[in-house]
């Protein structure tokens, strides 16, 4: 998708979801870890970040989900992500109304984690 693709279907705000499989399990249970990626990722898609990344640990609720959350608010909407212990998956969910390339982004997130393999899913939000 390119950016022209985004201006001439009249969207609103570009969504990708990210899915990171079998990550480096020492950088998502990493706090410190996940922030940096939080600043570069932001950087990289051209992003203002709104305040501070917010990394919470759910160590305490069920093993099948335990892990970091985070979320970055962004002048154009947010960056999110869980990061799943069990099978250290990283989820990543980056809405924005300002132009991004979700390729570049699920590039950079995937040699980031250093994940075995990926996915990602684009949608135009109208």
């Known amino acids: 998708m390119t950016r022209d693709d985004y201006d001439q279907n009249g969207s609103w705000g570009i969504l990708a979801s990210i899915d990171l499989h079998s990550c480096n399990p020492d950088f998502i249970r990493d706090a410190e870890k996940i922030k940096d990626f939080t600043r570069q990722f932001c950087d990289l898609i051209d992003v ?3 305040g501070e990344c917010q990394i919470v640990h759910f160590a305490d609720h069920d093993e099948d989900v335990a892990g970091f959350s985070m979320v ?3 002048e154009t909407s947010l ?3 869980h990061f799943a212990n069990k099978t250290n998956n990283v989820y990543l969910d980056v809405f924005s109304c ?3 390339d979700p390729d570049a982004a699920h590039e ?3 040699k980031f984690f250093e994940a075995r ?3 990602v899913c684009v949608l135009l939000r109208k």
């Open 48 to 50: 203002t970040r709104f």
């Open 72 to 74: 970055q608010l962004i």
């Open 79 to 81: 960056v999110s992500g």
């Open 98 to 100: 300002k132009y991004y």
């Open 108 to 110: 950079f997130a995937k």
């Open 117 to 119: 393999d990926s996915t």
